[in-house]
């Protein structure tokens, strides 16, 4: 008895995070926002450079920063990769 009912709650909490799973997929990574990157590819490219510009000059800290967490990122990535 006790079983059905855990059998029964988790598949009604299954359906409940596939709804918010398909809700949240409206707003992470739409087409549109895909369609956007493509067509304006450069203009996205030269913002995202001219702000590491300008990080250079007002705060040097932060960038450092940055180049950490990024560094730390791709080891991880590239141990996962060994030992796969």
Known sequence: M???KLIKENNI???NIKQLEDKLKKYTNSNAHKEY???HKDEVKAKGKA???KL??????????YWRK???KRK???KEIKIE
Do not use: A, R, T
Not at 56 to 65: A, N, T
């Open 76 to 78: 991880l990535k590239q």
């Open 51 to 53: 702000y590491l510009e």
């Open 13 to 15: 909490l299954k359906q």
């Open 70 to 72: 990024s560094n730390e």
């Open 56 to 65: 250079k000059v007002e705060d040097p800290e932060k960038l450092k920063e």
């Open 37 to 39: 990157y493509q067509e």
């Open 2 to 4: 006790d079983i059905e």
